[in-house]
């Protein structure tokens, strides 16, 4: 949201709904894959490409996304307000 901010992009609604899958590995549980499904509203006037590209920016500089042995896979809606 920060990133959007920054680039002029009016973020008006934000959810996300996620999905992690666990597998036994060496005895023990542990996850294998993450899915985050954001759903993210802007502004009429606000360009979706830019938002996706920024989205996939954002993943990519992602501390967390980053940090952790397993996949993160991003797979983001973007709507305008009055569109969806």
Do not use: W
Not at 62 to 73: D, L
Request: charged share 30%; proline share 2%; net charge negative.
């Amino acid at each position: 949201l920060a990133l959007a901010a920054r680039h002029g992009l009016e973020v008006v609604d934000y959810e996300d709904a996620a999905e992690g899958r666990m597998e036994v590995v060496d005895g023990g549980l542990q996850f294998v894959e993450v899915v985050l499904r954001p759903r993210v509203t802007i502004a009429a006037a606000s360009d979706a490409d830019k938002a996706t590209r920024l989205h996939s920016k954002a993943h990519e500089e992602c501390f967390i996304a980053r940090s952790v042995a397993f996949e993160v896979r991003n797979e983001p809606v973007i709507e305008r307000l009055g569109e969806g």
